[in-house]
């Protein structure tokens, strides 16, 4: 038998034992939680909007870029990358075959602009390594890079001089689709991105206080975290770091050029320079449209509605828009002569160059819009129906769906009157090349 002092040793040592193994428990676990939460802040992409755009647009930037960009009423131009957040829940695409001859106005179009656009996406399409590679790594949509390679061939090496040649290009080298959703409707909705311009600075005074700012060297390690959520800039986070490369005088705008994803920064001696996409805080974008309604009781008939209760209610105005967490930093630009660039990494066309969803349309894919223009007092095209063939070019954070289109309008005084009433229904066809093999439906996940 053990003694009393045998028993009481065994019992303690046994005691210490458990707590040891205990303590290894708690110190492992806490250790896993920090890795995991480490994991949670460090591993987010920066989110693509605006149209660009365009975006910018709505957007887009339209931002949406495209970008707008929104978005584009919310846009981002879109010269960003795509958004980083997939889908969150599967959705099927319809396409059905259509004669050209059937496109509304399709023979009254200028497709020789439609073409130019063309013929920039095709330069990229063909420096591409893999052309046995997907044209969309997100879908199957589009069909190889190889299915394109002969198009893309004959209209970098072709004479093509005037409409009819260019329109004879189109139907020649191309079939239509109607583009269907989930519920097999062809209608869906279309905004507008444009390029801002605002007045600015390259020194801070009292009436150039509000700064645009470059991207952090490590913006990688710093996306997603409080640090650069849009209030905690306004705050101060990024101030007095060697970041401000223009200061503005005008808030509101300056928001708005986040949404679009690129704009015109008009200097005191007259003189302008572009800033575009350099990067992006990691937030996605998020539209302040329904809680400005919520907030002011008031239901907006369009951004620029908007925008001057903002103007009229500074105070307010930053409660509202720093709900939208996403914050976009920029570049300057050294050529003003070339316009925006838009997410395909081609300098975006006023009316030719279109933002759609990525995660479904390659870039480069042809679209044949036919939607109505809002009504505009200052313009004579009230209302009238518009048909045009454009080129998918872009994309933005708010640009969702099979049939979302977001049309990059420029950066004239008429693109804003446009892109500030622009909210409509429309249909498009996509155009492919005859030989992509176009599946009748396809269903998108967040596995592509």
């Not at 190889?144 to 004879?168: E, F």
């Not at 209610?313 to 409660?319: F, G, S, T």
């Not at 050294?334 to 870039?363: C, M």
């Not at 809002?374 to 004579?380: A, E, G, L, Q, V």
Request: contains cysteine.
């Amino acid at each position: 038998m053990l003694s009393y002092k045998k028993l009481h040793y065994k019992a303690r040592l046994e005691f210490f034992v458990h707590i040891s193994r205990y303590l290894a428990l708690i110190t492992i676990s806490t250790m896993l939680l920090f890795i995991l939460a480490g994991c949670m802040v460090t591993n987010v992409s920066p989110d693509g909007t605006s149209s660009t755009a365009a975006t910018a647009t709505t957007t887009t930037h339209n931002n949406k870029r495209h970008h707008g960009n929104t978005n584009r009423t919310a846009k981002n131009i879109k010269a960003a990358p795509p958004p980083s957040s997939l889908p969150p829940s599967p959705i099927t695409v319809h396409f059905q075959k259509k004669e050209f001859k059937n496109l509304i106005a399709w023979h009254h179009d200028n497709h020789l602009q439609a073409f130019n656009a063309l013929c920039d996406s095709c330069r990229i399409i063909m420096r591409k390594k893999d052309h046995n590679s997907q044209m969309n790594r997100f879908s199957n949509i589009g069909g190889k890079v190889s299915d394109w390679v002969p198009a893309c061939s004959k209209a970098l090496n072709s004479k093509i001089t005037n409409n009819k040649q260019a329109r004879m290009f189109f139907e020649t080298n191309f079939h239509a689709y109607a583009v269907l959703n989930d519920a097999k409707n062809d209608m869906g909705k279309f905004t507008g991105y444009y390029e801002m311009e605002i007045n600015g600075s390259r020194k801070r005074s009292s009436k150039y206080k509000y700064p645009i700012y470059k991207a952090p060297r490590n913006l990688k390690q710093l996306q997603g975290t409080k640090a650069l959520e849009h209030a905690s800039i306004n705050r101060g986070a990024l101030q007095n770091k060697g970041l401000e490369i223009f200061w503005v005088d005008d808030r509101i705008k300056l928001f708005y050029m986040h949404i679009q994803g690129s704009g015109i920064i008009k200097l005191s001696d007259r003189t302008k320079v572009r800033v575009t996409f350099d990067g992006h805080n990691g937030f996605s974008y998020s539209s302040i449209t329904k809680y400005f309604s919520q907030y002011t009781g008031i239901s907006p008939k369009s951004t620029e509605e908007m925008i001057r209760w903002l103007k009229h209610h500074p105070a307010d105005a930053q409660k509202i828009m720093e709900r939208n967490k996403s914050y976009v930093f920029f570049k300057e630009k050294p050529s003003l002569s070339a316009g925006p660039v838009g997410a395909q990494g081609v300098t975006l066309h006023p009316e030719r160059s279109i933002a759609v969803d990525y995660y479904i349309f390659p870039y480069g894919v042809p679209f044949w819009v036919e939607a109505k223009l809002p009504k505009i007092t200052n313009y004579h095209n009230v209302n009238i129906n518009y048909h045009k063939l454009m080129i998918a070019q872009d994309t933005g954070g708010s640009i969702r769906g099979a049939i979302r289109g977001d049309i990059f309008f420029g950066n004239s005084e008429r693109a804003s009157d446009v892109v500030n009433h622009m909210n409509c229904a429309g249909r498009y066809y996509a155009l492919f090349p005859r030989e992509v093999v176009v599946r009748e439906s396809y269903k998108i996940t967040n596995k592509n």
